[in-house]
Structures are given as C-alpha cells and as structure tokens.
C-alpha cells in the first residue's frame, strides 16, 4: 500500500512539473539580462546578426588584445548553433544581407591593468533602425545575453530592440573564493570556473591555495614545501599559476592568492619539520623562530611575481593557540615577553602583515583578527567577514574597509541554503551612513573544497553563486523591492539555463539541497 502511494506521489509530481513546462513562456515585462542592468529601455522590432560580424575597436583602448579575445570567444558562443548552417541558410532562405554585421566597441582607456576600483561601466546600443533598413550597427561592451539562437529560420536574433542599456557595477568586489587545498582542482577546471565567473561579472576569483591539509604551491624560494601536496601529480607549478592569472585577467578578473597563517598551515611542515613547534604538535606555526617568518616572506615574494592583484589574503581565522603553551620553547619565549598566547597570535598576524604590506600589498585577515585585536590592524587591513552578521559594521564604524562573505547565506558548500536567500543577504544591513558605505568593498561567495572535486564543483556554485553576483552588481533598489518569485526567479532560471547552454553544469534552481540533480523530467526553465 505504502509503495503504490509513493509511486502516486512521484507520477503525480512529474505530471504536474510537465504541466508547468508546457505552459512556460518569457514575461515580456522582464529583462532577461543577469544581472540587472542599472539603465535600460527597449522596442518591439528582431533583429539577425551576421554569422560573419567583425568587430570594429574605436578610443583609446582600440589597439587591446584583450578585446580582440573576448570578441571571439563571445562570437563562438552567440553561433554555435547558427555558424554551421550559414550556407544552408542561403540557398533556403536567399538572404543577401543581415541587420547587424558589425560590432563596434569603444574603449576609453588603453590600461589594461586590473586593480580595485577600475572603471567597468558600460553604455551598450543596439539600433533598431527605422523597421525599413536592414544593415544597422551595435555599440556595445557585451551583448551576449540579448542574442538568441531561432531554430525556425536557424539564425541568431536580438528580439525587442532597439536597446540600450547604461550601467556600472554597485560594488566593486565581486568575488568567488576556490578552495584547492581540500581538494586538488586541475588547472583547466580552474579556467573553466573563472570563464563562468565573467557570465555573471563576477571579478575577484579569492584562490585559497593552501590549506593545513596541503600545500600544492611551487614555491622557488623554499622547493621543499610543495612536499605538503597529496601527491606529486597534484601541484601547481609557477607557470601554471601564472596561466590562472592571465586567463583570469583576459576576462577581466583578478586573482585574489591566500596563505593563510598562522593557523591552518600544517602542510607546510611536510617539507620544512621546523615550521612546527614540535613533531606532535603541527599547528599554528612556531611564532618564536625567524626562520618562519622568512619562509613567509620567500613564499611572498615569490607570489608577488605571479599575482599583481593589489590585495593579498593572509588569513587569520580559527587560531587554536593551545599547541604553543604546550611547546615548551614557545612557552618560555611567551612568558618571556610577559605575553598571553592572545598577544602571541597578535605578534605573528602584524608581523605577518609588515612583511605583505613590504612587498607592496594590502593585507585582507579573516574576522578573527579584528574581533581579537582591531585596534592593532594596520589602517590599511581589509576585514573579511564570514562568523556572522553585523561584522562590516563594526568594521567599517573604525575605518576599516570590509568584505562581505557571511557564512548563514554565501557559503556555498552549505547545500541547504536556497537560491533566494543567497540573494536576499545584503552586505550594507545595519550600514546607514554613506562614507561607512563606501568601505565596504563588495562581497563574496565562497566554495570551501571539503565536499566538492572536479566531479561536483560547478554544479556546487552554480546557480547560487549569480544570486549573490546580482545582489553585487545590481542597484540595491531596483532588486530589493516586489516578490523576488515574480521578479527575480523567471530570470534566474533563465540564467541557469543560458549557463547549461554554454556548457557550465549549473544545477537546478529550486532543489532543496544545492547540487541535486533534476528530480524529474522537465523543461531547464522551471527547475
């Protein structure tokens, strides 16, 4: 009796998601553009788009490779369904002539150099003409997610146009951090997870390298401590570390490294024993010897030839002082000093930030450090929110600029947290006063590697992570306001779609725990 019921439960719920699948059709009072521009107005009238379009670079910035790329790897995209049945399309359709054949981009720096704060504002124009002509021109930063493949006349369409579209990031960090400690990720997954981050105009890839669990890093200066890898096939060598950043930077992100001391740095004895206060008490790192400190900075000098990225991650949080005292050479070098082990803690995290801030960074810590000694930080430290709410309001009441990763909504390897209130946390709560506001750089979600691999990582990100994306991007206003399940849900799986489609293994909106597979057959959109 019980089974035939829970069989009747299950055809029931599959009927009713094909019911809904049948019926689902676009609100034309939405923008299916994510995320939400800050400016846009549109028409009636389709346009096709050239399979041949050229770009055309104009300003200052015209002579940029980085351009030249992105029109490129975007113009694979928009015709991967279309490109191939160009001629096909001649003869069938004889059509002599597109409405968009050009592509034209104006670039009004010619820096490229990515730092905090870099102006990403856009003005984007498709002209729809006066409905008679039917050659017209595009000036635009990124059109991508206007451009819809036809399966009917098999070509890539701009529906509702003319458009325009003025807008410009609400925060300028907007960040994913990527935990390869836990578990090994290759580099080409790397690159595919830092491709999907500019789908969202995420710009801050936070790589947190090292972990007590392994160190994976090529360090020249000290070439023993990758022996804290889980095995020699399971490594980042300069070079390739080097290609994250430059395949991050040619799609406008920077690459936020981590080390993160003095705690969570077991890994790093594997190859230097004497980093540990003794052989059976590995962690936080011994803080009376020089030789770690010089480990510390020959491990940043080293990474700063590879990240230039202004920001560097030092770390800080979950500092289990109890293995010091009972080291006995820690312990008299503390007494010593007439110190707790709080000041001790304190002593490694300022040294540690002297020597970051030498190589000409500035320092990010973990919360910890602030809610331990804030008064200590040097002015210029970045406060990283994760314990809780309420953080970068106290962080930035002092002067501190602070990142937003509350742990309740942003981390994502907590499956049990749904879409809407990833995208409801909102970094300025409880922040009133607009020069506070301004300290708070942005935010974060974060995917710590404990439960996720190459095997599950995207599906584990995606499509939460955009929820935050377009809380970062969009105008507080312009989100905050209405039922975000008529607003906001539509485009999301909207969103999650568009990211199937470009290969990216997003997992279903509404599932109760992240990652979970289709719990039925359906359409992409309603699930």
Known sequence: MLLGSSKSVTIFVILAVLRLNFAFKLNDKLTYVWPLPSEISSGDHILSIDPGLSLVVGGEGGNSSIIEDAFERYKRILFKDGESFSIFQAFRFKRSAYDINELKIVVHSPNEELQLGVDESYTLLVDGGDGESIIAEATIETFSQLCTFDYGNKSVQIYKAPWYIRDRPRFSYRGLLLDTSRHYLPVDVIKQIIESM?????????WHIIDEESFPLEIPSYPKLWE?????????????????????????????AEIDVPGHAESWGAGYPDLWPSVSCKEPLDVTKNFTFDVISGILSDMRKIFPFELFHLGGDEVNTDCWLFTSHIKQWIRDRNFTTKDAYEYFVLKAQEIAISKGWTPVNWEETFNAFASKLHPKTVVHNWLGGGVCA??????????????????????????????????????????????????????????????????????????????????????????????????????????????????????????????????????
């Open 198 to 206: 500019s789908y969202a105009k995420l710009n801050v890839l936070h």
């Open 394 to 527: 106290k962080a930035v009441a002092k002067g501190f600029r602070c990142i937003f990763s509350n742990q309740e909504f942003w981390y994502l390897d907590h499956l049990d947290v749904p879409w809407d209130e990833v995208y409801e946390a909102e970094p300025l709560e409880g922040i009133n006063i607009t020069s506070q506001q301004d300290l708070v750089l942005g935010g974060e979600v974060c995917m710590w590697g404990e439960t996720a691999d190459a095997s599950d990582i995207q599906q584990t990100i995606w499509p939460r992570a955009a929820a935050a994306a377009e809380r970062l991007w969009s105008r507080r206003e312009d989100i905050s306001s209405g039922n975000i399940s008529l607003t906001a849900l539509p485009r999301f799986h909207y969103f999650r779609c568009l990211l199937n489609r470009r290969g990216v293994q997003a997992a279903p909106v509404t599932n109760f725990f992240a990652r979970e597979p289709p719990l039925g057959p359906g359409s992409c959109y309603v699930q």
């Open 228 to 256: 804290g890898s889980y095995t020699k096939w399971e490594r980042y060598t300069v070079e390739g570390a080097y290609e994250i950043v430059n395949f991050a930077k040619m799609r406008g992100i920077n690459v936020l």
